[in-house]
Structures are given as C-alpha cells and as structure tokens.
C-alpha cells in the first residue's frame, strides 16, 4: 500500500474553493453598413474506403449603430476530383432555419467543383454569428484503396474559390476572410480506431496495444485527434488496450486481423479520474485532486491545461465509483 493511499484512507478534507471569473470580449466590424465576414471550411480525416463529412460556416460581426444583416450566402468550392467524390451536400440551420430557407446547390463530381447557396424567406437576416454551418459535405475516396502495409495519406485541398453575401434588399456584402479546408483518406490496412480522452480538446499521447493472445505484438500513441492505426505483422486475433495516466484503461478481446483487411475499432472515450492507478475511481483520486487544488501537480491535472482546477475535480467525481478496463 503506497504513502498516498495511507494518507487518504486515514484522513479526508473537505476542499472548499470558490472561482471567481470575469469575462469581457469584443467584436468590430469594418465600419457602418460594413460588417465583418468569413467563410471556413473545416478539415476532415476519414480512413479508405469510409466516409467523412466536412462544413461551410459563416462569420459574421456588424457595427451594433449600423448593422447590415447578411440574408444570403454563396459560395463556389474546388477539389482534387481525383481524390475525392461528393457523396451528399445536406444545409444546416445554424445561419437560417430550416424550414426558412432557399437552397441552391450543384456538385460536379467530374470536374471537382461544388455550388452552395442559401437565402432566408422573410424574417430578418443573420446579424452576428461565429462559425455557423450552413452546409455538411459528405466525403468519400474517389479512388480503390490499395491493399498495402506501408503507410500513406491522400489529401486534397477545399478551396473557396468565390464566396459573397447579401443583405434582404439585394445589396452585396463582401466576404472579408477565406479559410480553405483538407480533406484526407489514408490508408486502412491494420487495426484502426479513434480513442478520446474525456475533458480534453488534444487527444494524443494515449498509448494502444495490440497483442496477440500468444505471443505479443505492437504498440503506440495517438494523434491530436486521438487516431492510431496498428499494422500487425500476423494474422490473428488480438487484445486491444488503450491506457493514459489518470484515465480508465479500455479493452477489447477478440479482434480478428488478416492483412488488407481493416479491422476497425470505432470510437471509445477514456474516463477521467484514475489518478491513483488503481483501476478504480474512489475517495483516494479526490482526496488527491483536492490536496493539489490550484497546483500544476501532473497527475492531478487529468485535462492537461496546466492547472489543478474544478474541471478535474467535477471530471473525477463524475465518474466516482467506475472501474476499468472499461469495455471497447
């Protein structure tokens, strides 16, 4: 039994602390009748052979003395045709409603381009808004995906190729700001899977493995996005674990590999809170998080922002009284 352990089955202290926090933000648009705008595309990384969806969303800031509401949106996009294939365009209502709106859209899969306009029918235009959707673009490989053990990745950039706003009365609004996107489809030979880690926006850093019943096999981390892809050196079946400091481990028996065939794993999002490595969420993690309140104590800080702070302490009475490996 270590010295913490001792410590916090003999005594625990209530830990009272009380944040105050102030917040002021600011916004400026370009002058009266002129506001800010900007249209993004955001990234997406999708394996081989699956899908993935990528967005359009608007920005929009006005001069609260002169505001100019935005009551149409359009926007012209490129890609590499022979990368990628538009499989579905499907508008959102984060800009208009849904059942307020007048789309136009055209995709030409032959020549990588993609047409996306959106208006509202009556009621008042969109006036301040931070990277609403109007649009989800869904993604697929536009070519056979090679059965290969060496690493690859195809990216093709989306590009904003001509955007423009309007206000209710037919008046241009000029797009002030373009980000293009990336789309990727990497290969998805091996054992593939994405492993997130609860409270954080950075995924990396967790370790999986993948052993063979008998004998062993491989291991490694993730990515920012909490991505890994193992490539088996044999066919068989494995026992997949995936494990970070101050997390539940996760497990799954059973996972069947034959080389160019990927065996993909989903999704599992890791418990915070184990920051006793016990495999189990009790007193003793608290007790812990609450001796280090305020602190940069590393293993106390489970969200990884450089504090010891509520978000560890609510994380880890959230999930008190689990216990791992959780399943996969």
Known sequence: MNRITKMCRLLFSLVAVVVFFAALTTASAAGPGDPDTAVTITDEWFWCGKTGTSQILVSIANDPGAPQPVHGVEVHLSFDATKLKVVDIVAEGDLFPLDEQAVVQNVDNAAGTILFAVSRKGGTGAQDVTDAAIATITWESAFDCPVTTEPWEVC??????????????????????????????????????????????????????????????????????????IVPKETGTYRVTAWKQGYLRARRTGVTYQPGQPADMGTITLLGGDVIPDGVIDICDITYIASRFSGTDLLADITGDGQVNILDLTMTAANFGQSGPIPW
């Open 156 to 229: 093709s950039e989306v590009s904003v190729v001509d955007a423009l706003m309007s206000d209710a009365d037919g008046y241009a609004i000029t797009v002030d700001e373009i980000r293009h996107g990336e789309v990727c489809d990497p290969a998805t030979e091996g054992i593939i899977g994405t492993v997130k880690l609860q409270g954080r926006y950075d995924h990396s850093g967790t370790m999986v493995s993948a052993l063979l019943e008998n004998p062993g096999c491989c291991h490694l981390s993730t990515d920012a996005e909490g991505r890994f892809k």
